[in-house]
């Protein structure tokens, strides 16, 4: 092994790592000045040593980087990184989660092309895909994600991503990505997963068969709340389209937002079990109180799927979902009694959130969708932070006190 920043450390040097030895070491390539942490290269191009230099860059016949919509350094060391905590062969960062899965579409299908996506997605996701892709002649059906009967009747020749979001929100249900995947590659088909619940500590659905993984870096990656950052992985010979598509459309991911999901990245698994941690407790406290009528958690032996999320997921994730009887009125009691959880949307932060999903993330779809999608009125939504478990449980315990 060489310190020498000349030769660099190469990944390869730490082909037998454990995960948080990657998470804090992969990816970095030391320059000429031998800083010890990442630098931010916030530079829109780069300069050459000659014309020549200049040509065989451009040229492809030299590596280098020309310009920071196609290759940067910071970005590159978060991409090298990501893709070893996943073990991917390549990662490509973008803007955000909607960029990474709008670059995969728009990379891999043409007019005509069938997409199978699975019911209860991310609401942007939704809408990419019926108000956008559909646009472009992409076909979108859309099947229960756990009926493996429908997803392989719902097979066509032109079926080319099956795409899914396990575990779901805000109903915790899984998809077999096993099996999913066999369904998928013996309909010629590519098996997409959003991976941004679990993160590659909980779950590494390439391992799995998946062959392509997405993220939204803004959740658990970041984890703090600050920058918005998606990512795309898989074999490389996948990888180079979206590369392609990524490098002409421009929605790639800023030096910055990369040296902000680094430091993430370092302290991800560290950060995950804690909130998986909380998350188990306050299931299992509130799958015990009498004005609790259920609890969605893949973490609870009453969840459907536990086996399953035992066998492909290594911890059960931090969002989890509960009823409470007397429908909106009774959830939007509950949510505004409690004081020091935030009250949003978002997820994967520090702090804990509590969202009602029937008037924000699914307030779009009509009554009668959203009950058949099991988003009942009295559903409430928390995304278990960091802060010590008693204090998260003694809010929880103000709301349940109302009602
Ligand atoms: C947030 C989210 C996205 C979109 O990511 P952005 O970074 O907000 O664009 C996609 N999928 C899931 C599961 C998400 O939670």
Redesign the pocket.
Known sequence: MTKDWQAGRLNSDLDDAGFDTLAVRAGQHRSFEAEHGEAIFTTSSYVFRSAADAAATFAGDRDGNVYSRYTNPTVRTFEERLAALEGAEKCVAT???????LATVMSLCVMGDQVLVSRS??G??VSLFDKYCARFGIQITYVPIDDLDAWQTACTEKTKLLFV?SPS?PLAELADIRALSTIAHAANALLVV?N??CTPVLQKPLALGADIV??????YIDGQGRC???AVLGRAELMQEVVGFLRTAGPTMSPFNAWVFLKGLETLRLRMNAHCQSAQRLAEWLEQQAKVSRVYYSGLTSHPQHELAKQQQSGFGAVLSFEVEGGKDAAWRFIDATQMISITA???DTKTTITHPGTTTHGRLPAAEREQAGIHDGLIRIAVGLEDFADIQADVQRGLNVL
Not at 95 to 101: D, E
Request: hydrophobic share 45%; charged share 10%.
């Open positions: 803007a955000s989660g909607m960029s990474a899965i997605i991310f942007a996701s979001e929100n959003d941004c619940f997405i993220h939204s870096a803004t959740k918005l950052g998606g978002n997820l994967g």
